[in-house]
T-cell receptor
Framework: DAGVTQSPTHLIKTRGQQVTLRCSPK?????VSWYQQALGQGPQFIFQ???????QRGNFPDRFSGHQFPNYSSELNVNALLLGDSALYLC????????????FGSGTRLTVV | GQQLNQSPQSMFIQEGEDVSMNCTSS?????WLWYKQDPGEGPVLLIA?????ELTSNGRLTAQFGITRKDSFLNISASIPSDVGIYFC???????????????FGKGITLSVRP
């Protein structure tokens, strides 16, 4: 039973570019959340997707957007990358919006140069 | 915004010792969670607490949900080398419309265990 899988594992982008990160939830899970974890910090909630809609959003600018597909997988898009967007991006999944016992993936390490 | 305070940033203990970490907030939470993160991995849930005053164990780990709902502690007994890692507390507050809200994480405590 595969857990949460994320791709790619590492990525280097240039400032101003756009990036798309991908996540497949754990089997049986229907809700996907995205977190940003800067070096030396705890994860910061970006947003949550359920039934292909954004349901909750943290304090992140509109440059951060996402999508959930009918198979529950999800993408995180970041436009106009800034150096400060360099971080580990974690995807987490759970069953149902009200169950926040998220299972986390190993993350995508994004470096903006 | 809501913040969870974890200190110190790092802890160094001898193998076999017990260690206690706490997490405090100025806001009330209705769920407290403790996670461990190893290098290159995502956080893994250790213990979840749902009720003020609740004391829950998971092997050598024990955690408590503070009676004021503004704090929680995690205790690790008889530490072993594989306990090394970063320990995060996280809290959840109820939102409107009955759905639970996002998790707020602390900054984490890096635990080192000397053999």
């Amino acid at each position: 039973d595969a857990g949460v899988t994320q791709s790619p594992t590492h990525l280097i982008k240039t400032r101003g570019q756009q990036v798309t990160l991908r996540c497949s939830p754990k089997s049986g899970h229907d809700t996907v959340s995205w977190y940003q974890q800067a070096l030396g910090q705890g994860p910061q909630f970006i947003f949550q997707y359920y039934e292909e809609e954004e349901r909750q959003r943290g304090n992140f600018p509109d440059r951060f957007s996402g999508h959930q597909f009918p198979n529950y997988s999800s993408e995180l898009n970041v436009n106009a990358l800034l150096l400060g967007d360099s971080a580990l991006y974690l995807c987490a999944s759970s069953l149902g919006r009200n169950l926040w016992l998220d299972t986390f993936g190993s993350g995508t390490r994004l470096t903006v140069v | 915004g809501q913040q969870l305070n974890q200190s110190p940033q790092s802890m160094f203990i001898q193998e076999g010792e017990d260690v206690s970490m706490n997490c405090t907030s100025s806001s009330i939470f209705n769920t407290w969670l403790w996670y461990k993160q190893d290098p290159g991995e995502g956080p893994v849930l250790l213990i979840a607490l749902y009720k003020a005053g609740e004391l829950t164990s998971n092997g050598r780990l024990t955690a408590q949900f503070g009676i004021t709902r503004k704090d929680s502690f995690l205790n690790i007994s008889a530490s072993i080398p594989s306990d090394v890692g970063i320990y995060f507390c996280a809290g959840q507050r109820p939102s409107r419309r009955g759905a639970n809200s996002k998790l707020t994480f602390g900054k984490g405590i890096t635990l080192s265990v000397r053999p």
